[in-house]
């Protein structure tokens, strides 16, 4: 059966990119942690800033807000809970795309924010809003080699 062996790869592809970004975000963020595969599905998320907040929006589709975990840690934001994991109760599943059960995701914050974040979920899609400290950005500097 092709299709089940396509969807073993794509599943152990999809794997392989959440660790690598994973390990991507913990060098940005020079935290160094054991290399041991997470069994949690960490989702697609992205961060912005402007002059006064940081915001943070996570993919988070089928998830009520009673599922979600949000903690801020020094300067880094940490979203955990867990996908349904009972979406098709009953009959035969012949396909199976969507993330189910737990999800965890360490984000490291571009700029000191203040302890009293606001957050909403709508459409799928978990809006953190952070106030900013200051006017503090952490601006990383490119060396570049010369010709």
Sequence with gaps: ??????WRLLRDLLDLRNR??????????????????SPLFEPSLD????EDEVVVEVEL???????IDLQ???????LSGSFPSDLHPQGTLHRSERPRGRFHRAVPLPAEVLADPAASLADGVLVVRLKKAGGNRRIVPIA???L
């Design 1 to 6: 059966m092709p299709s089940e062996l396509d």
């Design 20 to 37: 690598f970004h994973s390990a991507v975000e913990q060098a940005l963020a020079g935290q160094v942690r054991p290399a041991v595969a």
């Design 72 to 78: 801020l840690q020094g300067d880094t934001l940490i």
């Design 61 to 67: 589709p089928g998830v009520k807000a009673e599922h």
């Design 144 to 146: 570049t080699e010369e």
């Design 47 to 50: 961060v912005y800033e402007d």
